[in-house]
């Protein structure tokens, strides 16, 4: 083992430690539990709001770009084998 496999090891045992440590405490671990949630409900919210934001103002939202991006893909990809056909015939 090298010296980074090492400090991946070590840094890994201090953290989970360090967690085993926070949790233990069931008030603290509902009260983290509890924030992650808040937080992760706000980012929800935050985005939900951001793509009404979008579509009031005509704009694509994030979503829309994704899958416009997954069928531009797919096009290339299509292209590629037709033009790899042709270049056999």
Known sequence: ???RDDL???ALELSSKAVEKLMADEKRAMAIANAIGKAQRGK???DKGQEGLMKAFHFAPR???KAVGKQLSGL???L???EEKLDGL
Do not use: N, P, T
């Open 44 to 46: 929800q919210a935050l």
């Open 80 to 82: 590629r084998e037709l």
């Open 76 to 78: 290339k990809r299509r």
């Open 8 to 10: 991946k090891k070590q």
């Open 1 to 3: 083992m090298g010296i």
């Open 63 to 65: 979503s829309e770009f």
